[in-house]
């Protein structure tokens, strides 16, 4: 089969791979769509924390073609998406029942193979099956999880004033959750162009301001006489050290600042 093979950083090329191997207790999907999240962009910029040579993707969408004599929940045909975190289920964290922060944990497409590929090969715990989406829409679903997860961890009350700085995929996605949690306004912060586009007419904040990617000063300025109290909640969702730096600025007392960093 072919494959989006990386020896290393930058050092890519198509290659024909062998077909992975269904145990007992597999799936073996043969992939219709695979996202790209801004995670491969660092991956091939060597600044992540990949393992090579790598197939990489973790957005991965498939059907079932092959299954394990143990699986008993699927069906061949089935429209399936895989979680992408492998963790040890034995160490520290993992015995706390926080997973997410394993200290042996492996993700397909960062350390593991992932779904830049034809067909792959997950653990039946790991697949879920895909009812009333597009194969292109599901590959949202893994975004759509980690935004979930950070709006657990901040547990907003309604009625809350938020400030989201950019407006990438997994910003848009919360801050679109946040105001089906009832949050009273959603301002996003961000340079001009296509992302800003996308953010409107997804009607993803209730105020948008279009930053002057030269001179976006005056932007800040009136932000901040517009709002002399700040925000509950600023999220910083680019991953910029300077406006990660900046957020406190816009943070009003006793509220919460997140990193999204996508």
Known sequence: MRALYYSAPRKFEIKQVPIPTCSDDDLLL??????MCGSDKLI????????????????????????????????IGDRVVGDIGISCDN????RRGQAVLCENLNARGVTLDGGFV???????KKCYKIQ???DE?????????????GLDKLNP????????????????????LLKLNGAHKVVIAANKGIKMDIAKRLNAGDEY????RQYPGPQWEQLKNDNPYGFDVVVEATGVEKLAQESINYVRRGGTIMARCL
């Open 30 to 35: 043969k992939v219709a769509c695979c996202g």
């Open 137 to 149: 829409e599901s590959t949202l679903i893994e975004p759509t999880a980690c935004a979930i997860h």
């Open 157 to 176: 009350p309604v009625g809350i004033d938020v400030l989201l700085l950019g407006a990438g995929p997994s910003g848009l996605i919360l801050s679109q």
């Open 91 to 94: 160490c520290f964290y993992c």
């Open 44 to 75: 091939d910029d060597s600044k992540f924390i990949a393992k090579f040579p790598l197939i990489p993707g973790h957005e991965a969408i498939g059907k079932v073609v092959e299954k394990g004599k143990n699986v008993k929940d699927f069906d």
């Open 209 to 212: 301001i279009e930053l002057d």
């Open 132 to 134: 009333n989406l597009t």
């Open 118 to 124: 034809e067909y792959i090969v997950y653990h039946q």
